[in-house]
């Protein structure tokens, strides 16, 4: 079963330089983190996604997480403007790859803001981390791109955190997983399930039963079981030292 396209970018020679905000930076084994996405990107074949690799960043650090650069709702693709000016140049590999996969382009212009880890979609609501790399005027523009998919889009304030998802992920049924202490989670419309565990809140709905997360979060994946769900784990330890989390590293194009 081919579920759909996975937009995945190779991790450059200059990864352990990418960007830290809210955690002490540590050294980051390359080559580790080279093998673990090969692992990610095997984790999403074998759940029935198509890999397809965005042309390299090699220049950008934090290329690899290529969730930042884009958002997919319902064939159309928001190539974002992120809040840090030095991931920019990251873009003109994932429009590209977006219109390669056949999406409608349409762009977050200046003065605008908006990283993709800030835009969560559950069913045709769109909640957007602000407080962060978001600004106000990124969310103004992609409120009026996806009114074209009959979305709602809903701000959610965060405290501390780089991204929403960060904070919070959902499972395939829309239950919400959080860490409560992160955003203001009275801004959520869906039924929340705090965790205990920060990788807790990071999954990522693979089809059918499947929830991708990370080795860091074994309680949560019992959770997740516990919740019905088949948990698929993997190891993303050298993306976690730079912030990043299970959601980062794809961009899932359903089919």
């Given at each position: 079963?081919?579920?759909?396209?996975?937009?995945?970018?190779?991790?450059?020679?200059?990864?352990?330089?990418?960007?830290?905000?809210?955690?002490?930076?540590?050294?980051?084994?390359?080559?580790?983190?080279?093998?673990?996405?090969?692992?990610?990107?095997?984790?999403?074949?074998?759940?029935?996604?198509?890999?397809?690799?965005?042309?390299?960043?090699?220049?950008?650090?934090?290329?690899?997480?290529?969730?930042?650069?884009?958002?997919?709702?319902?064939?159309?693709?928001?190539?974002?403007?992120?809040?840090?000016?030095?991931?920019?140049?990251?873009l003109p590999g994932a429009e590209k790859a977006a219109r390669d996969a056949g999406l409608e382009v349409v762009r977050i212009e200046?003065?605008?803001t908006l990283d993709g880890g800030d835009v969560l979609q559950v069913g045709t609501t769109v909640y957007v981390g602000r407080g962060?790399?978001?600004?106000?005027?990124?969310?103004?523009?992609?409120?009026?791109?996806?009114?074209?998919?009959?979305?709602?889009?809903?701000?959610?304030?965060?405290?501390?955190?780089?991204?929403?998802?960060?904070?919070?992920?959902?499972?395939?049924?829309?239950?919400l997983l959080a860490l409560p202490e992160l955003l203001d989670a009275t801004a959520l419309g869906h039924p929340v399930r705090p965790?205990?565990?920060?990788?807790?809140?990071?999954?990522?709905?693979?089809?059918?039963?499947?929830?991708?997360?990370?080795?860091?979060?074994?309680?949560?994946?019992?959770?997740?079981?516990?919740?019905?769900?088949?948990?698929?784990?993997?190891?993303?330890?050298?993306?976690?030292?730079?912030?990043?989390?299970?959601?980062?590293?794809?961009?899932?194009?359903?089919?």
């Amino acid at each position: 079963m081919t579920r759909g396209i996975a937009l995945v970018r190779r991790p450059g020679d200059r990864l352990a330089e990418g960007l830290v905000t809210y955690i002490e930076r540590s050294d980051v084994d390359l080559a580790r983190a080279r093998r673990q996405h090969e692992a990610y990107r095997a984790a999403l074949a074998e759940a029935g996604w198509q890999i397809r690799e965005v042309s390299p960043a090699d220049h950008c650090p934090d290329s690899v997480f290529v969730e930042d650069t884009v958002a997919v709702c319902e064939g159309l693709a928001v190539i974002t403007r992120p809040g840090a000016p030095q991931r920019r140049p990251e873009l003109p590999g994932a429009e590209k790859a977006a219109r390669d996969a056949g999406l409608e382009v349409v762009r977050i212009e200046a003065p605008g803001t908006l990283d993709g880890g800030d835009v969560l979609q559950v069913g045709t609501t769109v909640y957007v981390g602000r407080g962060g790399r978001t600004n106000g005027e990124g969310l103004a523009q992609l409120r009026a791109h996806l009114a074209t998919r009959g979305r709602t889009v809903i701000p959610v304030p965060l405290r501390g955190v780089l991204h929403l998802k960060s904070a919070v992920t959902a499972l395939p049924d829309g239950t919400l997983l959080a860490l409560p202490e992160l955003l203001d989670a009275t801004a959520l419309g869906h039924p929340v399930r705090p965790v205990d565990e920060e990788a807790g809140c990071h999954v990522v709905p693979l089809g059918g039963d499947l929830v991708l997360l990370a080795a860091s979060a074994p309680r949560s994946a019992a959770l997740v079981a516990g919740l019905g769900f088949t948990p698929v784990v993997v190891d993303i330890s050298e993306y976690e030292k730079l912030e990043g989390c299970i959601t980062c590293l794809s961009v899932l194009i359903p089919g």
